[in-house]
């Protein structure tokens, strides 16, 4: 199923709301919502390029959060911007320089699995 979005792009707006909710489970469902919105954002490829860089950065920064849920959303989010074209070498050099992407002890290649799973490598 393909998604589209429309609109004006109100991308940082989503991501300051995501990050002025507290992390705990009672606001789980509506943090999910916004990295839903965001991932909706990015695939519509009408994000301009400025924002799409926010975007990379931002989800990985949610690898950092000690909340797990968000893992899923935060690499379908880099999917997207990789799957665009955008960001994967900087990922690579990230990947290379960080011991772990995340502060929860996850192995970097157990999160990259995780990200590159349903990417088609001849797409990139």
Not at 22 to 41: C, G, H, S, T, Y
Request: net charge negative; glycine share 4%.
């Amino acid at each position: 199923m393909k998604t589209f979005y429309a609109g004006e792009c109100d991308l940082l707006e989503h991501l300051l709301q995501f990050e002025e909710l507290p992390i705990n489970a009672d606001f789980e469902k509506k943090k999910l919502n916004l990295l839903r919105k965001v991932q909706v954002m990015v695939s519509s490829k009408m994000v301009p390029k400025f924002y799409l860089e926010c975007a990379f950065k931002f989800s990985i920064g949610c690898f950092w959060l000690k909340f797990t849920p968000m893992f899923t959303a935060a690499a379908e989010i880099l999917q997207e911007i990789f799957r665009q074209g955008f960001f994967l070498t900087e990922h690579i050099t990230l990947i290379q320089e960080v011991g772990y992407l995340s502060q929860l002890g996850h192995e970097n290649d157990v999160i990259m699995d995780r990200i590159y799973s349903s990417i088609e490598l001849t797409k990139l």
